[in-house]
Each structure stands twice: as structure tokens, then as C-alpha cells.
């Protein structure tokens, strides 16, 4: 690249009061071999429009910014096409330097650090954005019809893209199409499922195309090079799609598997909250029911988290009978009531309905031929109390993401503590224990499984603070409560930032930029092919899976892949 360089020394934020910045400027001249200019404010609309004029008219294409750090300001002194060097005098010179400092010091420290920015710009070269061979897509696949998935689908067609949604079930919804009413904002009332209306939403939208009765057989490629395979009544169909959006969803935990103490499969009157909310009161009005919080969830040798919603759906529950029935006994037996979010006003709700709640850590449910009764300890009375002769006791089970149904957390925890044996050449390529999964989402055809890892109990999460929204593969965001548990609200919420994040996946990674965390790089790593010892390592510690392996174990990078 042919380079012009012009170094701009900015004034502003006590530099010009702590430097000598004609002295600077000479500096900086000489150094660059090209003009140099001060400016009191380069940020300020005169500053960046005389940056503008000199790359517009001047031809200028590399330009040392002597001013403030180059984590701020990155939007202002960005022109493309041209090398930008930030010299950071206000950070690294002034503002780190006590204000008696020897002033010769200080100036010979900003010399220095324009000096170097400038050989740094003249031995900068600009990247080349990698463009693949092949036609990239933007299309955004969404796997699950659930309100994760439509709110996804439909959001990603709101912002121009096209939309391929993929439920395996017949009927688009999830489990909120067995939710008649819900608890939502501002959480004071029960109101009517929207789900309807979404649903209607998408299927007429002619940017969205709907796949039900369907799985992703297999699932290839990269970020806007992914090649999916979609099984539908037995026919086959291969698609490309720049982003995925991973929102299948959750079933109830298995009521069969909680401890006996709780009495399921004893009686037909011990029911399960998904049993309640599918049911409903269709058929009968129960006089005297109980609501058992944490049923297998916050337990170390069933569910060890709290699945957050079971205790706003149980609330629910209650309200919902004492509407139908103002005279009914409604018990809610909890450990510790959680309502995150704004849901406080609902429990005030329930309270004010009749609803008698019960804190008691270890609840026991005794089934005597048709009678069923509910003893425990108080806390807050510290006496034992009794329910009797109850119609009704709702177990309260948590939510199991899909990603993790079949799998022991318990083995695989300890499966992670022991190390992995030694291989034969003749095995196939080893998948590490993270990722073995029961459920089939996605198929990837990755050389680190087939589906993606979790960060915890079986969520295909990455790190909820630092990287919202992402998997530990590049381009495949998963949400609503396959991410992790939460209600109804949280999960459009979800699923519209999910959205948001696969659009702009496809929208770097088709200027050959990288994604998150070093969104707009447009450099790539390459590998020396000639010195590879066909060790794995790179294709086996690479946590983002950029690397596949062809059958001698020779690394095949996928640079879209690549974060």
C-alpha cells in the first residue's frame, strides 16, 4: 500500500497545558516525513471535519491521532479505507504524570511515544477481509417454535432478513400452547396467552418460512456458510443460513424421579404444575389444594438450581382457583418464594386472594387409601402443621433444557474429573464429555460434538455477563429457556436480543470482520500447514471449534468460525 501520513496533535483535555506541543510538532514532522497539525479539540465537529477534508482532498490514507486512548473516540476517528494510529497522550503522558513532574520528562515521553506511532503506521499494512469461495448466506435459522423461536423468526424479519423456523412438533408454540392465561407485566393481573396472535404473525409473514413436523438431520459449515439438512415426513431438504438461533426449549422435570416423600404415582390426586396448567380446571373445582414448592429443584441429586418461574406459575395456579372459587382452601408450601423480576405485586396478589402460604424446608405428603395429606414443619410458627384430606397437591417441578435431556449430571460431572483414556488410531476422533448430549438439535458437524457446550447443568450458555447471548460456537445463539430458566417475558426479551446478535453475525462476518469479543477484526489466523505434526491440539483446545480435522488428522480451519 502506497501510504500518505499526516500526524494530527490534539490540544484538548489538558494536553496542550502539559505539553510543549510545537516542539511536538516538529517532533512528529520529521519523524513522519509529512505535515503535522495541531488542533485544540480533534474530536469536536471542526477537528474531525478537518480530518475528513485531508483524506477527501489531501489523498492522505494514514493518520497518527496524537490525543486521547483509542478505547474512546473509536467512532469519530474511523475512515475507512485509511490506517488510523491512536498515540494516547492523554492517558499514558498527562494524566498519569503528577503535575510537578520535570517538564522535560514529560515531553520527552510524548516525542517518544509519536515517534513510535508513527513506525508502527509505517510498517502497518491494512488486513485482507477474508471472502469464502463460495456464496455466503444471511438467512437466520431458527431451531424450535416455542415463543423464543416465533419471537425470534419474526423479529429477524422485522429487520429485513429472512427467517427458516424449524419445530418438530406439529403445531408451532411450544408449551405455552397448553398455557390458557398468564401472569405479565406490571404482574397484577391474570391475562390472556398472546401465543394466537404470534403464531398468526409469523406463518403469514412471506419473509419467514415454517417447517413443522421437522429436525435438522445435520448442521455444517460456519457463519453465513452453514448448510443445514432438514428431515420434514420423511423428505429431505438442504438450506444455507448465515446465523442460528437455538431456542428448543425445555420440558418439565420427570416427576417419577423425585423422592418418594413427595408421593407421586401414589395417588391420581398428586399432579405435577405442567399437569395443572394443561388441565387447568376443566372438569372440576377442588376445594382444598396445596402447592408444593421445589419439587426435585435446588436438590444436589435431582435439579441443583432453581428454575425461577416455578413459584410465579404456582402463584398463578392459586390466584386462578380463587377466582373460580373464593371459598376454596389454597396452601402454598415453599421453601424460599422467589418472584424475580418485577413479579413482588403478584405475591401480594395471591396473598390478598386467600391464598395461606406455608414456609416449611422438608414437606412430606402421606397418601392413606383416597385421602392425601401434607405434613411439615413451619419455620415461621416452628410447629408442625398438617393439610388434610387435600383434592388436589401441584408439584412444582423445574425446567430441564432440551440440550440436556438424557444426561446424568452426575456422571457426567464425574466423567469430567477423570482423564480421558488413550485413544487407538483406530477409534474415531475423541469428543470431549462436555458436549455428549442425548438430545439431536443441531447435528453439527463439528469436530468437538454435535451439539453445543455447556457452561453448567446442561445449558448452552457462555457467560451471561461478558458474552450475552453466545454459545461457544461462533454464529449459533441460543435462547429463551434453553439458555437458562426463565418466564414468559424474559423469554421475548430473550429471544429479540438473540435475534439481534445472529443479524449481526451475518452482517460482519459477510465483510469479513470476526464477532464478539473482537467484533470488526478483519485479521485471521493462518496455519503453517507444512509444520504440522498432526498433534490435535489446536483442533481439540480451540473453544470455539474453528478447526475440524480431515481423516488424518491435518487441521481444516473455518474461518468464519474463527472469534
Not at 470455539?544 to 488428522?553: H, M, P, R, V, Y
Amino acid at each position: 500500500m502506497q501510504k500518505k501520513l499526516s500526524v494530527y496533535i490534539c490540544g484538548g483535555c489538558g494536553i496542550g497545558e502539559a505539553l510543549n506541543l510545537e516542539a511536538l510538532k516538529k517532533a512528529g514532522a520529521k519523524s513522519a516525513q509529512g505535515p503535522c497539525q495541531i488542533h485544540p479539540r480533534l474530536c469536536g465537529p471542526e477537528g474531525v471535519a478537518l480530518l475528513k477534508k485531508d483524506v477527501a482532498e489531501q489523498g492522505v490514507n494514514g493518520l497518527i491521532i496524537a490525543a486521547c486512548s483509542p478505547r474512546v473516540m473509536y467512532d469519530v476517528f474511523d475512515f475507512p479505507g485509511c490506517l488510523v494510529e491512536r498515540v494516547n497522550l492523554r492517558e499514558q503522558v498527562v494524566w498519569c504524570r503528577p503535575p510537578d513532574s520535570d517538564q522535560e520528562d514529560i515531553q520527552a515521553l510524548a516525542e517518544d511515544y509519536l515517534r513510535m506511532g508513527v513506525v508502527k503506521i509505517k510498517k502497518m499494512e491494512p488486513p485482507e477481509a477474508y471472502k469464502p469461495d463460495r456464496e455466503i448466506s444471511k438467512d437466520i435459522l431458527i431451531v424450535g417454535g416455542g415463543i423464543a423461536g416465533l419471537t425470534a423468526a419474526l423479529d429477524v424479519s422485522k429487520a429485513g432478513y429472512k427467517a427458516i423456523l424449524v419445530e418438530k412438533e406439529a403445531k408451532l408454540g411450544g408449551f405455552q400452547k397448553n398455557v390458557a392465561r398468564r401472569a405479565t407485566y406490571p404482574y397484577k393481573e391474570v391475562t390472556d396467552n398472546p401465543l394466537d396472535r404470534l403464531i398468526k404473525d409469523v406463518t403469514e409473514n412471506p419473509r419467514i418460512t415454517v417447517y413443522t413436523n421437522a429436525t435438522v438431520e445435520k448442521t455444517e459449515g460456519g457463519p453465513c456458510l452453514f448448510k443445514a439438512v432438514i428431515r420434514q415426513n420423511g423428505d429431505t431438504e438442504e438450506i444455507n443460513a448465515g446465523a442460528i438461533v437455538l431456542a428448543a426449549g425445555w420440558k418439565p422435570y420427570d416427576p417419577s424421579l423425585l423422592p418418594q416423600k413427595l408421593g407421586y404415582g401414589r395417588s391420581d390426586k398428586i399432579v405435577t404444575n405442567a399437569w395443572f396448567e394443561e388441565k387447568g380446571l376443566a372438569g372440576s373445582k377442588p376445594k382444598n389444594v396445596a402447592f408444593l414448592q421445589c419439587a426435585g429443584s435446588r436438590d444436589e441429586n435431582h435439579l441443583p438450581y432453581c428454575s425461577t418461574v416455578c413459584c410465579l406459575a404456582s402463584l398463578k395456579q392459586a390466584v386462578q382457583l380463587k377466582e373460580a372459587d373464593p371459598e376454596a382452601n389454597v396452601f402454598v408450601v415453599f421453601k424460599e418464594l422467589r418472584t424475580p423480576g418485577q413479579a413482588e405485586d403478584f405475591y401480594r396478589k395471591a396473598q390478598e386472594s386467600g391464598v395461606t402460604f406455608i414456609r416449611c424446608q422438608d414437606p412430606e405428603v402421606v397418601v392413606s387409601g383416597s385421602k392425601v395429606t401434607v405434613k411439615g414443619l413451619d419455620d415461621l410458627l416452628n410447629e408442625e402443621v398438617e393439610l388434610p384430606e387435600l383434592d388436589l397437591v401441584v408439584l412444582a417441578t423445574g425446567m430441564v433444557p432440551v440440550t440436556a435431556l438424557g444426561v446424568d449430571v452426575k456422571k457426567k460431572e464425574e466423567a469430567e474429573k477423570k482423564e480421558e483414556p488413550a485413544k487407538k488410531e483406530s477409534e474415531a476422533l475423541p469428543v470431549p464429555v462436555d458436549v455428549i448430549r442425548a438430545s439431536d438439535c443441531l447435528n453439527l458437524a463439528y469436530r468437538q460434538g454435535p451439539e453445543l457446550p455447556d457452561l453448567k447443568y446442561g445449558f448452552p450458555d457462555s457467560h451471561f455477563v461478558c458474552f450475552p447471548y453466545e454459545s461457544r460456537r461462533t454464529g449459533i445463539y441460543p435462547a429463551g429457556c434453553v439458555r437458562r430458566p426463565m418466564n414468559s417475558a424474559s423469554t421475548f426479551e430473550d429471544a429479540t436480543g438473540a435475534a439481534m446478535k445472529a443479524i449481526q453475525a451475518v452482517e460482519l462476518i459477510s465483510q469479513g470482520k470476526a464477532v464478539h469479543p473482537r467484533s470488526g477484526d478483519l485479521s485471521y489466523p493462518e496455519i503453517n500447514l507444512s509444520r504440522c505434526t498432526q498433534c490435535r491440539r489446536c483442533t481439540d483446545e480451540c473453544p470455539f471449534g474453528a478447526l475440524n480435522e480431515d481423516e488424518k488428522s491435518n487441521p481444516l480451519p473455518q474461518p468464519t468460525r474463527c472469534r
